[in-house]
Nanobody, 129 residues
Framework: QVQLVESGGGLVQPGGSLRLSCTAS????????VGWFRQAPTKARERVAC????????HYVGSVKGRFAISRSSDKKTVFLEMSNLAPEDTAIYFC??????????????????????WGQGTQVTISS
């Protein structure tokens, strides 16, 4: 099972940008789709964006569409989440996951956790002036 490590979080002002990375410590990220989730204090974890196993398809939830972009490195070891025009409501811990139970198409981002799930430890993103 691949181990995932997120990085790139930090403190930025509203309107700023960040690039998060989700890196496989071993293996590659082309077996299953990869998703980014986030969890703000006192709130449930929510979906943010996903990329299919082939990297041909991506999906974004409405609140981040047009501001965030998900992509995968050419060596297939890292999935990026480019975030721009950040707002205080984007403040959260951001997690990545790869799992055969993650479905990612242009119109669908669904997740049913399986025993093969790999989650990272999360990276904190704080948007504040």
């Amino acid at each position: 099972q691949v181990q995932l490590v997120e990085s790139g979080g930090g403190l930025v002002q509203p309107g700023g940008s960040l690039r998060l990375s989700c890196t496989a410590s071993s293996g590659t990220l082309d077996s299953y789709a990869v998703g980014w989730f986030r969890q703000a204090p006192t709130k449930a974890r929510e979906r943010v964006a996903c990329i299919s196993a082939s990297a041909a398809t991506t999906h974004y939830v409405g609140s981040v569409k047009g501001r965030f972009a998900i992509s995968r490195s050419s060596d297939k070891k890292t999935v990026f989440l480019e975030m721009s025009n950040l707002a205080p409501e984007d403040t959260a811990i951001y997690f990545c996951v790869t799992d055969p139970g993650l479905m990612c198409t242009a119109g669908v981002f669904q997740y049913s956790r399986t025993q093969f799930a790999s989650w990272g430890q999360g990276t904190q993103v704080t948007i504040s002036s």
